[in-house]
């Protein structure tokens, strides 16, 4: 079966730098989520998308911003790159808007700023 | 804002033996979803149980089943006969009626040993 599928896995950039990630959700699935994890911490929650709309916002920094486009992808834009941007960038996708269904997990976007 | 408390930062079973992660959440919806989430080495998220919070019926799901409170705002997850695979970070996550965030707990590292 087709799974959340997350680009690239991994990720080098300098302070300062730009950087785009980009998720492809499960087919047919309308609902997208951005998620953080830093070492060793639990994923924090940085932004949500409904049918192409944003949907929720969480800890998201004024350096980031994120769109779901016409076929449902995602893109997660981060500009002026800091250290402590270094993480695992988790997408996640979902059917249905508050039907409660289990949101599917990519395999991570592994971001490391030097 | 909802908020999941995870008051077992580590724990550890011996092969073939039952083991239960704790998770409290607090919230004032009254109709909500509940999730627990394995994360291996691997770091990618697998869903391993969900549970609806207007079913009174626990969720089950082979080898794994929760205990899920709803007054006590409590959902605790069953993992029985454990085996080494199930070595792995357990993340407790909340959704919400809307359906448009999922809020994690601080997770259980758990080690299956021989």
């Known amino acids: 079966a087709a799974g959340v599928i997350q680009s690239p896995r991994h990720l080098i950039k300098e302070k300062r730098e730009t950087a785009t990630l980009k998720c492809y959700p499960i087919p047919r699935h309308d609902t997208v989520y951005w998620y953080q994890q830093g070492p060793g911490q639990d994923p924090q929650f940085l932004i949500s998308f409904y049918e192409k709309m944003q949907s929720d916002k969480g800890s998201i920094p004024d350096r980031f911003s994120a769109q779901q486009f016409s076929d449902y992808h995602s893109e997660l834009n981060m500009s002026s790159l800091e250290l402590g941007d270094s993480a695992l960038y988790f997408c996640?996708?979902?059917?249905?808007w508050g039907r409660g269904t289990e949101a599917f997990f990519g395999q991570g976007t592994r971001l490391t700023v030097v | 804002a909802q908020t999941v408390t995870q008051s077992q930062p580590e724990m550890s079973v011996q092969e073939a033996e039952t083991v239960t992660l704790s998770c409290t959440y607090d919230?004032?919806?009254?109709?909500?979803?509940l999730f627990w989430y394995k994360q291996p080495p691997s770091r990618q998220m697998i869903l391993v149980i969900r549970q609806e919070a207007y079913k009174q019926q626990n969720a089950t799901e082979n080898r794994f089943s929760v205990n899920f409170q709803k007054a006590a705002k409590s959902f605790s997850l069953k993992i029985s006969d454990s085996q080494l695979g199930d070595t792995a970070m357990y993340f407790c996550?909340?959704?919400?009626?809307?359906?448009?965030?999922?809020?994690f707990g601080g997770g259980t590292r758990l080690m299956v040993k021989p």
């Open positions: 996550a909340f959704m919400n009626n809307a359906g448009n965030m999922l809020t």
């Open positions: 919230t004032s919806e009254n109709n909500y979803y």
């Open positions: 996640a996708s979902s059917l249905g």
